[in-house]
């Protein structure tokens, strides 16, 4: 009797949790996003702001320690420039980030430095249960800013201030 309660005690301890997490494991990541195109060249999203469709974005996981690249896959995005990346597997100790590749836009090929990547945790040992991961929205540069640009950024400056 004392054995098979035993057994029973091992079974709940260790052989469930092992089930269930094998289950969990197994659930990819979708990582969504957007790109946009700063037609206005001022490093954020404005309402002259346009959104890529089949920009290439990819999602690139290092080695934590020699930073060296262990996981990769790209997607593209789709008419109103979001991308869903399917991600296989668990990156606990990666780090993930959703990076800008190509844009189809022959005038807005420049890769915004400040907004090319964002990190994504792409780990179910965080506490967050879902399997979807929201990026920040990465963009391109035109190559000229729009000529309305500079009434649209004297609106942003004089958001704050009293007429």
């Not at 996003?33 to 999602?59: K, L, N, P, Q």
């Not at 789709?78 to 780090?95: A, S």
């Not at 965080?126 to 640009?149: H, I, S, W, Y």
Request: with cysteine; aromatic share 8%.
């Amino acid at each position: 009797m004392a054995v098979s309660r035993a057994v029973l005690v091992l079974l709940a301890l260790c052989v469930l949790p092992a089930l269930v997490s094998a289950k969990i494991l197994g659930k990819p990541f979708h990582v969504q996003g957007r790109v946009y195109c700063d037609t206005c060249r001022c490093g954020f999203e404005t309402s002259a702001t346009i959104y890529i469709a089949g920009a290439t974005v990819g999602i690139k996981c290092m080695n934590r320690n020699s930073m060296s690249l262990a996981y990769s896959v790209e997607g593209v995005t789709d008419q109103t420039g979001t991308y869903n990346i399917l991600v296989e597997d668990d990156h606990e100790d990666q780090i993930c980030e959703s990076v800008l590749v190509s844009s189809p836009i022959s005038d807005c090929k420049s890769a915004d430095p400040g907004r090319s990547r964002a990190n994504v945790v792409l780990t179910r040992f965080n506490g967050v249960v879902k399997t979807k991961r929201f990026a920040n929205n990465m963009g391109f540069f035109k190559d000229q800013a729009l000529p309305e640009c500079t009434e649209l950024l004297k609106q942003y400056l004089n958001y704050d201030q009293p007429e």
